[in-house]
């Protein structure tokens, strides 16, 4: 894939870069994972939802019907804010969460990956802050740094993000003169911490933006992916106006539609389908009518629950095997979703311990990724959505070897060796993080 | 659709917006659009395709098989950069215009929309200087704008980008100390003036931005749709490492599956990739692999014959209509893709008579579109492309209708009387362009 920039003498363009872009560059890391996707590596670093259990041959019947019969409208281009008739079936999707809100107000977009660009590029001018959780989704920084936000980390316990510690941020940052732009909160089965919002929580956190006139982004990818229940009210049904909601059809249909969506107070709701009509001039018809003929002839939320079955088996074998091989480690419980998220020994350096893991033939995400300020380095994030669970137990105890190996190195020399000598202990601290890869997120 | 912002009253997050975001709002032309796009008015706006030729009962085939044998891949996350297998099949088309790269050179993109805002994102600052014909893609200008770029225009002739000129136009931007970062052109069957750069132009253009150091964006939608002929050399195939081309299959195949590309200079496709996976982490599986059996299991290219001769027919019959009804227009004579530029008579103001137009049920694009400096109030954008030809002489006539009522004004009182007094005489001059709707462009 790509390799490193390598200056003026091999970019004959690299003078005329806009300076937003002189950040963007091919970290280390995703090198890496170009080798972490050799099939003999058990990858827990990636996020891809496990499709086996999709009903193929429906799917396959019903858009060949959409094909034959309304080719020619699904070939074509649509409206840049959406159909009608896809924004509608997104408002049943949402009844779940407890949202009620008017068609005109949803925007469909390429993946809700698209949604939060959009959404970035009309509140944030360079220098801008958004708080969010630490740690926080490695996309979403990423769009935050492609648009020069300054993100500031808000502390989360088991119960997610803790509303004293949001209130005393909001209350410091504006001491300090800044502008907090947004907050932005992944409140279900968090990525990569893998906690859940209490509902007791949420409208306190909802209340405390609203004093602080903080607009509330509100991504919620896995929502309808909980082991052992139907999603809690969303932070968006206790104040539609106070809340941006994204959605995507990526976990609990299928992302290689790329439709996902927002849900935006009346007023912003029109700036972004001029943002996104700028961007790509309308999201995929094919996508959007493909999906919609799969919720209106297939139980769609059966096929919700046989996902949220195969992840609790998953998220089980993860669970007994980090009990099994990793009892010098601690990690959350994830009661729904893809990720735990794993606390090494005192010591260990998960970045540093990357490569030597992935020689071992398995990966993961260091915790460096999900921070802007450069902690996380004594965190991995662990996923069980892909693999077997017997792959994840394997995985786990390759793993296992890796972080025996390594505290054995710290007790003999104090600290663990760093595989590149010139290389500074942590990335981070500089306002750079790594960049993802579409397979970490 | 969208009604203009009314401000703090009604927008409670009216004061949080990004600088950039203060110039997106709904024109006037939007809501007309919404009028226009009744059944019974006779659209000469529009740039949609004319899809009525496509083998819908193969293309519903081959999806069904794609879904039934490879659905776990096509509804899965892919690389952020596009399939290998979608690339390759890009070089395929691209020979066409006898560009020779490297597949890694390519970037597959949601239409050439999002090629088009990434490279903006990459390259401009704001105020720096874009450098675009006269006229420009409404779609180009309204991404330069999100940018805060300044566009500058150069001017055409029936052979295109006037050599002399642009040379001229970047001299004088050099003497005043601009920065210019990019000229953006359409050399083929251009959108909207409809000429096409002759071949003997094109490496004297590519001749005059290497001297210049300015890095040319070249944009080719409609390349494989020429009348009479296969595609002149692209300005690619004179120096690619001066160019990055965009391409689509929207027009060539179909819109609906957001599928376009760039091919860049080798570090500047490192960029690109980057920027699209923080804006949409990648592409649509489904529609890649889709297009690509399309590509494989059908006579594609003869299908794009069968398209050049439905839009010949059109193109004839929209001439023919011209010359019997508007003698007191001129217009340029397309050898390829959508659109004629028309010249209306002294004293006629395209954006003033559209709303008479449209209630005389007839529509087009006022050439202000088109400009970022206030021209082109006597323009218009004429399109052949989606009527049929029967409509397309209807429309030209319930025009001619409404031309003829302005003239008489005119020759009563001096200049057509504008329906909204408080407006001034044009928009533009202070910035400010039409949005295009996604069915304008």
Redesign the interface.
């Known amino acids: ?3 490193p ?2 200056g003026t003498r ?5 003078d ?6 002189h950040g ?3 970290s280390e890391i995703r090198a890496l994972f170009a080798v972490a996707s050799r099939p003999e590596v058990v990858s827990l670093a990636g996020g ?2 496990n ?2 259990s ?1 009903p ?2 429906h ?3 019903i ?6 019969d309304r ?11 959406g159909e009608v008739e896809t924004r509608e079936a997104i408002l049943d999707v949402m009844q779940y969460d407890s949202i009620r809100v008017h068609p005109d107000d949803v925007v469909v977009t ?2 809700s ?2 949604a939060l ?1 959009l959404v970035t ?5 360079p220098g ?1 802050v958004i708080v969010a959780e630490a740690p926080s989704y490695v ?1 979403a920084l ?2 935050f740094r ?2 020069q936000a300054d993100v500031v980390h808000t502390p989360m316990d088991d119960d997610g993000l803790i509303p004293e510690e949001l209130d005393a941020t909001l209350t410091r940052l504006k001491s300090e003169g800044r502008r907090v ?1 947004l907050l932005y909160t992944v409140p279900n089965y968090h990525n990569p911490a893998g906690v859940t919002l209490s509902l007791e929580r949420r409208p306190q956190i909802v209340e405390i933006c609203r004093k602080h ?1 903080v ?1 509330i982004l509100e991504d919620n990818p896995y929502g309808l992916l909980g082991f052992h229940s139907d999603p809690m009210p969303a932070l968006k049904s206790f104040d539609p ?2 809340v941006i909601y994204l959605g995507s059809f ?1 976990k609990m ?6 439709i996902g969506w927002a849900a935006a ?4 709701r ?2 972004l ?3 996104s ?11 959007q009518l ?1 999906i919609v003929e799969y919720l209106n002839t297939w139980d769609w939320y059966g096929q919700v629950k046989q996902y949220r079955g195969e992840y609790r088996t998953r998220a089980e074998a993860m669970m007994s095997a980090l009990s099994e091989y990793l009892p010098m480690c601690e990690w959350t419980k994830p009661e729904g979703g893809f990720y735990t998220w794993v606390t090494l020994p005192d010591g260990l350096d998960a970045k540093a311990m990357l490569p030597r893991a992935v020689k071992n033939l398995v990966a993961y995400v260091s915790g460096t990724a999900f921070y802007t300020d450069g902690q996380g380095g004594d965190h991995m994030r662990l996923s069980f959505c892909y693999p077997t669970p017997e792959a994840i137990r394997e995985g786990v105890r390759r793993l296992s070897q890796v972080v025996r190996s390594e505290l054995e190195t710290v007790e003999l020399f104090g600290t663990n060796i760093r595989p590149d000598a010139e290389a500074p202990p942590r990335e981070g601290g500089n306002g750079r993080i790594d ?5 970490q ?1």
Not at 16 to 21: C, H, L, V
Not at 121 to 125: C, K, L, M, Q, V
Not at 277 to 282: D, F, G, R, T, V
């Open positions: 894939m790509s390799t920039s390598h091999l970019d004959p363009w690299f005329s870069y806009a300076e937003r872009a963007m560059r091919s891809m939802p499709l086996s999709l193929m041959d799917i396959a019947e858009s060949a019907r959409l094909l034959r080719g020619t409208r699904a070939l074509q281009y649509g409206s840049g804010q390429t993946g990956q698209q660009d590029e009309i509140f944030i001018d801008d996309g990423g769009v492609a648009y732009k006139h607009l106006d106070g990526s249909f299928g992302p290689g539609y790329r107070p009346h007023a912003v029109e700036k389908v001029l943002a009509e700028s961007a790509i001039l309308c999201p995929s018809q094919l996508g493909s960049t993802p890869t579409p397979d997120v």
